[in-house]
């Protein structure tokens, strides 16, 4: 059964599952950002032989369960790293129960999480990246104003919502349900990442030592990550030819939206997602 890493984009999912890696699959706990064990969901390959219009939602959809189904064929507990909402496309579920384990949720406060976006995904300002996180019907994975110049294997629609419908439909996923906080990761990242050590302990029966925590712990820190990027790259990242500098790993505790965001943008935020946010201590 799957372990869904889940959460809206650029709210530290990659952080999370960097430490997952480490401290699950690394008998010395330590941090490989370019070969974690953790795939993400969808991938072409997961629909190959169900169909054949991989930007096409209605289609896609239709098989969001067989092709779980067919990933658990084996029996056997799974993580998958999703941006992808927990949505119900018509008549069609992205998934269940009989295919679920459980959710790891990693949330990010919205006022921050627009840097980001504006950042990664090449916003000409801050008006742009605001509709992005406003978008009900928001995808990200396809161009579909653009025919594909290659076959890719994240090459495939994933439908994200708004920031606000992501973050509802998987709250109301209630089977062993983790919620986790950015900005604890970045205030006590200890604490946080014991949250998940615990889940893991106490849900899936797993054991781990206190020496190879602390090495996960450490070897994935903010800063850590942002390095080995700079020196070995991170081949997950983006590649945008006019902007061939885009870091994945860019401000991190330094993004502040009281210091970088302009106020009628953040009250515009906070009015749109209040109840959430509030819910959520951000405001």
């Given at each position: ?18 430490f ?20 993400q969901?969808?991938?072409r390959a997961?629909f ?17 369960i ?11 507990i799974?993580?998958?790293k999703?941006?992808?909402?927990m ?5 069609n ?23 980001s976006?504006?950042n ?16 009900e019907g ?16 994240n ?8 920031w606000?419908?992501h ?38 029966n797993l ?10 712990i450490?070897?994935?820190s903010?800063?850590?990550?942002k ?6 790259g991170f ?7 006019s ?12 993004n502040?939206y009281?210091?970088?965001?302009d ?7 906070e ?13």
């Amino acid at each position: 059964m799957i372990v869904w890493l889940a959460s809206y984009p650029k709210s530290g999912n990659t952080w999370v599952r960097s430490f997952l890696s480490s401290l699950m699959d690394r008998e010395d706990g330590l941090a490989n950002l370019n070969s974690m064990s953790i795939p993400q969901y969808p991938l072409r390959a997961h629909f190959r032989g169900l169909v054949n219009e991989f930007d096409n939602i209605k289609l896609l959809s239709k098989k969001w369960i067989s092709s779980q189904d067919f990933l658990n064929l084996d029996n056997k507990i799974k993580f998958f790293k999703t941006h992808h909402v927990m949505c119900n496309f018509g008549k069609n579920s992205f998934t269940n129960y009989e295919n679920t384990f459980g959710v790891i949720y990693i949330v990010r406060d919205p006022r921050n999480v627009i840097t980001s976006i504006l950042n990664y995904y090449s916003k000409k300002n801050y008006e742009e990246a605001k509709e992005f996180l406003f978008d009900e019907g928001r995808i990200i994975g396809v161009d579909l104003s653009k025919k594909y110049e290659y076959e890719n294997d994240n090459n495939i629609i994933t439908l994200i919502s708004s920031w606000k419908n992501h973050y509802n439909s998987w709250k109301n996923f209630k089977k062993n349900f983790l919620l986790i906080k950015y900005e604890n990761l970045i205030n006590n990242e200890r604490n946080e990442f014991l949250k998940i050590r615990n889940y893991l302990e106490e849900k899936l029966n797993l054991k781990f030592s206190d020496n190879k925590f602390d090495a996960a712990i450490s070897s994935n820190s903010f800063s850590k990550l942002k390095k080995i990027e700079e020196i070995e790259g991170f081949s997950e990242n983006v590649k945008i030819q006019s902007k061939p500098d885009v870091k994945f790993f860019n401000l991190g505790p330094k993004n502040n939206y009281k210091n970088l965001l302009d106020k009628k943008i953040s009250k515009e935020i906070e009015k749109m997602f209040h109840s959430e946010m509030k819910e959520l201590g951000y405001i």
